[in-house]
């Protein structure tokens, strides 16, 4: 009863924010990129409370129980992913942004190609969007059956009203200071349940009784950094490392920034602050591995925990903590998903005179349908990681090179793009099917779809330098 009215007021609070700040939605730029305002303290907070999700609790904990300290790759790879977007994308991206007004990265994509590779781009992050979303939903469903003992379906319903909610009052500006919140109650909860079943709760002798029970050559595997070999911590790092880079979600809120500087130091301080906690969510689940080690689901680790190995007042400081971790990447998810309908495909292609106004109404009509959708989904997908995998693999392959060859190579066309978006997807996921997963001696399925995607921009490219060379010297004819 103590949990669940916790959640209640924690969950009305949220929804509070959000209708106060929704005063100063007053035109399509505050609810896009929150009148392009804020500043490094803001993009961080925001980056890393979209960054620490469902994935990153419920799912890493749930991978550390299963995998031990290999598991870290999870979120160690976002780490990695956003120190490059750090150092690299962001900044660029954002002055362009900027310069040119953009509110999504298919405003971007559109002015470097076209509007097709804009549709097409949109279409497919729509569909991936909505696992991510949907993976959210599932963690959160996982806490209140566990808490409250509310069924799956129940539980994804509710989270999709709370998050709806407060993002479709408010848009990036109320999620952007609803993430504050969020983040302070995420990593204090974290950070001291950590420490009480490190020091209090049977401290490192857990790990000693853990590494026992296993025997040698499994135990070396799990207390290992790479975990049983090297292919495991790849494949983390080829799907999450450049989702992390180029997430439309993630880059988005970039141009929210109020200038360059705020951009380098509030992502470069997320990826730092990513580095440092990927671990924290591991432990959690290999202790909970040596206190439960016969729990049916192992996503269920980090909740069992709260419930039967800490103190209320500690239990109910972690849920708030987990329930913050996957509603802020989720509003994240969310606003992905919004801003593409109603800028990428209503705006570009349904109706083009459509104003400020008609933005925002379909902007919020699109965040609670989605809502919807993605909590159907929710139902359906069996575990978190599963719906995030799907997410991540689909981004990868689909944006990577038109976004990153597009804003350092200015000549590579329209038909270049295309063509390395249908090949990374069709590859990707032709051997994702074929391999079961397990991609080809060891290279992951995504990295063999990119490399194919490359070739194909580049051959498309250098025939048409040829053909225009070709008419260029031959005239018109």
């Not at 980056?47 to 299963?66: D, F, K, M, Q």
């Not at 066309?413 to 074929?434: K, L």
């Not at 194909?456 to 040829?466: L, V």
Request: aromatic share 10%.
């Amino acid at each position: 009863m103590t949990f669940v009215l916790i959640l209640t007021l924690y969950s009305l609070l949220m929804i509070v924010i959000g209708a106060v700040v929704s005063r100063r939605i007053r035109q399509s730029s505050d609810f896009f990129v929150a009148g392009r305002g804020l500043g490094a303290g803001l993009i961080f907070s925001t980056l890393l409370a979209a960054n620490i999700g469902a994935g990153s609790t419920v799912g890493a904990a749930g991978l550390g129980y299963r995998d031990g300290l290999a598991a870290w790759w999870w979120v160690g790879s976002a780490g990695i992913g956003s120190t490059i977007l750090a150092l690299t994308v962001g900044p660029k991206i954002w002055r362009v942004a900027k310069e040119h007004g953009f509110f999504t990265v298919g405003d971007f994509l559109e002015r470097r190609y076209s509007r097709s590779v804009r549709g097409l781009v949109a279409l497919l992050l729509w569909a991936g969007s909505l696992s991510i979303l949907a993976g959210q939903l599932i963690a959160v469903s996982w806490i209140l059956n566990v808490v409250a003992g509310v069924s799956k379906p129940a539980g994804c319903a509710i989270a999709a009203v709370i998050i709806t909610t407060y993002f479709s009052l408010g848009g990036l500006h109320a999620t952007a200071r609803v993430n504050v919140m969020q983040l302070t109650v995420k990593l204090a909860g974290f950070l001291i349940a950590l420490y009480y079943l490190l020091s209090r709760a049977s401290g490192l002798e857990q790990f000693t009784t853990l590494s026992s029970s296993l025997g040698s050559e499994q135990a070396a595997a799990y207390f290992g950094f790479v975990g049983k070999g090297a292919s495991s911590a790849l494949k983390y790092l080829a799907i999450l490392a450049p989702s992390f880079v180029i997430s439309p979600g993630l880059l988005q809120k970039l141009y929210g920034a109020r200038d360059e500087r705020a951009v380098r130091a509030g992502v470069g301080a997320n990826a730092l602050a990513l580095l440092a906690y990927a671990i924290v969510p591991v432990l959690m689940g290999m202790i909970a591995r040596s206190r439960f080690p016969a729990l049916a689901n192992h996503e269920l680790a980090l909740p069992t925990l709260l419930t039967e190995a800490l103190p209320i007042w500690l239990g109910a400081l972690l849920l708030a903590a987990i329930f913050s971790a996957e509603l802020s990447a989720a509003d994240a998810a969310l606003f992905m998903l919004s801003t593409s309908l109603s800028k990428d495909l209503y705006k570009s292609f349904i109706r083009p005179a459509a104003d400020d106004g008609q933005l925002m109404k379909v902007a919020r009509l699109s965040a609670i349908a989605c809502g919807a959708g993605a909590a159907i989904i929710g139902i359906i997908l069996p575990t978190v990681i599963s719906a995030l995998t799907i997410f991540y693999t689909l981004l990868s392959a689909a944006l990577l090179l038109p976004l990153v060859v597009g804003l350092y190579n200015k000549s590579v066309g329209a038909r270049s793009a295309i063509a390395s978006i249908v090949t990374s997807v069709a590859v990707t996921f032709a051997f994702e099917v074929a391999t079961r997963s397990q991609g080809v001696w060891g290279v992951p399925s995504l990295l063999i779809g990119v490399l194919a995607g490359g070739v194909a921009m580049a051959g498309i490219s250098f025939f048409e330098r040829r053909s225009s060379q070709t008419y260029q010297s031959e005239g018109p004819g």
